[in-house]
DNA sequence: CTGTATCCTTAGAGATACTG
DNA sequence: CAGTATCTCTAAGGATACAG
């Protein structure tokens, strides 16, 4: 996928400039949206995560093909962006639970669309 | 942001495996939208050409930001996707159309949403 | 169990120059 | 005008080993 940074709400329009009166809402939230959920996994975090909290390693028996490292990390970047809480117990052995914000639950209309237009997609393109 | 490969609808789950009885549908096909969707120009591009049909130049000019080559090649792959339709008209100087397809219109409602959910995100950020 | 820490390979993306 | 062709840089992501 092309290379987003997690942090990087830059516009991609030079404002400044007289844009050949291109649509400016063409800057609209969508780009942050994607730059959000863009991630490999994501995603896939966050449809597992809906209305349901699990533990790192459910989550990762869940996706099996995930790496230690993409996970969490994959798991940090969402907490730091409020769509995912953390909640670490302390006992041994460690016990940590992933829950999906409310925030992330705001994202599921969307998701459920992408995901039929996906199906869409894939329709069209089983022919080749 | 992640590295999503534009033709790569491989799997994130192991089917083989009894997967743990994780949600299968969490494979679903919204995997598949992100991975097509996902490329940092795309959505922008798209957005550009709703129910409107642009030369390259205009494109260029429009997203001002953007580097011929990543436009090219953004636009070579929504076109091998279907999500775009290139003109090439045979004049001098050269002349080349692009429009989107019905199947990117369909897009429409979901990324309509998505820039919802995005001025949401962006919201609840601000205050960072 | 839930992570770090390293090392490594690639793909994404920018800059620049050139062309039919 | 509408692209290629190179070159380079960085970051995304994987593999593996180790740790509290």
């Not at 400039?17 to 939230?29: S, V």
């Not at 940090?76 to 670490?88: A, I, N, P, S």
Request: proline share 4%; net charge positive.
């Amino acid at each position: 996928m092309a290379k987003i940074k997690a942090s990087s709400h830059e516009k991609n329009f030079d404002e400044s400039e007289h844009n050949a009166q291109g649509r400016d809402m063409a800057n609209c939230p969508v780009t942050t949206a994607i730059n959000v959920i863009g991630g490999k996994w994501k995603v896939i975090i966050l449809y597992q995560l809906r209305g349901q909290t699990l533990r790192f390693g459910e989550l990762k028996r869940v996706i099996p093909k995930i790496t230690q490292k993409m996970l969490t990390q994959q798991l940090r970047e969402l907490e730091k962006d409020k769509l995912v809480k953390r909640v670490v117990y302390a006992e041994v052995p460690p016990k940590v639970e992933y829950t999906s914000t409310e925030l992330a639950e705001k994202l599921n209309p969307a998701l459920d669309l992408l995901c039929a237009w996906g199906s869409e997609y894939e329709k069209a393109h089983q022919s080749e």
